[in-house]
């Protein structure tokens, strides 16, 4: 599938000083330079980041068809040259809605894209493969908490190497140790960088970061320590699978703006027990960010209903029709941030003086 962004044409100036070779005319224009062996394709998951990516490093999306047949069966075929070629290949194993009148993919059917498309591409030969994994599916099943139950993103990493991947690409983890499940190098991306940088432009008065559960601290005292805030804890218990009851706030909250910051948000039960946490023990706004907008039924109505006043996301995952009708929900693109990834991955340069 083509990309729907063609990087503007530059033509190089030549110097007044050097004449032009005899045999050369003087009023030819030189072609844009293209390095044909770097290249970026996608799955189906989420076509329209893949799209900025590109876009922003000034190149065309790779050429490649993925359809179903009638059963639901994938089929993968890379329609160009990628002998040789550093390839890297874009695709978050999340659901995605489709128009009016089409079903929605599910997060299996777009794992199985993105081995396909490993695999095609490794019987191409290419040179590289880099799995870009804006969400990684199946991170929350990191451990046995019940007996006789797998390790599912342990799974989906060998599937990965299995497929023919060199190197991941993934931003926010659920927790880092994740990277430990992978036989190949890692790179870990944070949106945190994007998220900071909106918030600090709001200038909140009284700004407290708080994380919803103790897991998560790490991530929200980086957080306060880059828009210098205070930091606070909601201590919860989980009752069952995607329901959590909230049970109290650690740290001083009252007469305080909240921002409450996760890596993902599913069905935003948590997010909305917390911010109903925050109020009830004095703070005068609640904001909240993710990473990671999974956003399963009914997790917009829920934000819609919540006392919180704004739900920042990124654009890992692409939105249902149904959030971008909520005005609570805004979403910034993280597409800058993977595309200079993707960079110096190619370029063979540092990746974590990105997030210095």
């Known amino acids: 599938m083509a990309t729907l962004v063609t990087p503007t044409e530059k ?28 290249k970026i394709f996608s799955g189906t998951a989420n076509e329209p980041l893949a799209d900025e990516v590109c876009h922003f490093l000034g190149m065309q999306r790779g050429q490649a068809q993925v359809i179903r047949f009638a059963d639901g069966e994938a089929y993968v075929q890379i329609q160009e040259n990628v002998r040789g ?7 978050p194993t999340c659901r995605a809605a489709r128009k009016d009148g089409e079903r929605s993919t599910s997060v299996d059917e777009h794992l199985m894209e993105l081995l396909l498309m490993i695999d095609a591409l490794k019987r191409a030969s290419a040179r590289r493969i880099t799995a870009v994994m804006p969400y990684f599916g199946y991170a929350r099943q990191d451990r046995k908490d019940k007996p006789r139950s797998p390790i599912s993103s342990k799974l989906v990493a060998d599937l990965l190497t299995t497929a023919g991947a060199h190197r991941a690409l993934i931003v926010d983890l659920h927790t880092p140790q994740l990277q430990g499940f992978f036989n190949i190098p890692v790179d870990h991306l944070f949106a945190s960088p994007v998220l900071v940088d909106h918030f600090k432009k709001l200038q909140l008065p009284n700004l407290t970061v708080v994380s919803p559960d103790a897991g998560g601290v790490e991530r929200a005292r980086f957080f306060a320590k880059k828009v210098d805030a205070a930091l606070a804890i909601v201590d919860k218990r989980r009752v069952e699978m995607n329901v959590a009851e909230v049970m ?5 909250v009252h007469g305080r703006t909240c921002l409450i910051i996760d890596d993902l948000i599913d069905t935003a039960g948590t997010l909305v027990k917390t911010a109903a946490a925050l109020k009830e023990n004095g703070a005068t706004e609640v904001f909240a960010c993710a990473s990671h907008a999974v956003l399963s039924h009914p997790a917009v109505e829920n934000i819609a209903k919540s006392v919180i006043r704004e739900v920042v996301v990124t654009n890992t995952i692409p939105l249902t029709e149904e959030a971008k009708r909520e005005p609570k929900i805004h979403v910034l693109s993280i597409a800058g941030l993977i595309g200079r990834a993707i960079q110096a991955n190619h370029e063979e340069t540092s990746v974590s003086k990105l997030f210095v």
């Open 85 to 91: 070629a550093d390839v890297f290949v874009m695709q």
């Open 11 to 38: 033509v190089e100036k030549v110097e007044k000083s050097v004449p032009p070779l005899p045999e050369e005319k003087s009023d030819r224009k030189q072609r844009p330079r293209v390095d044909e062996k770097f």
């Open 248 to 252: 109290h706030v650690i740290g001083d």
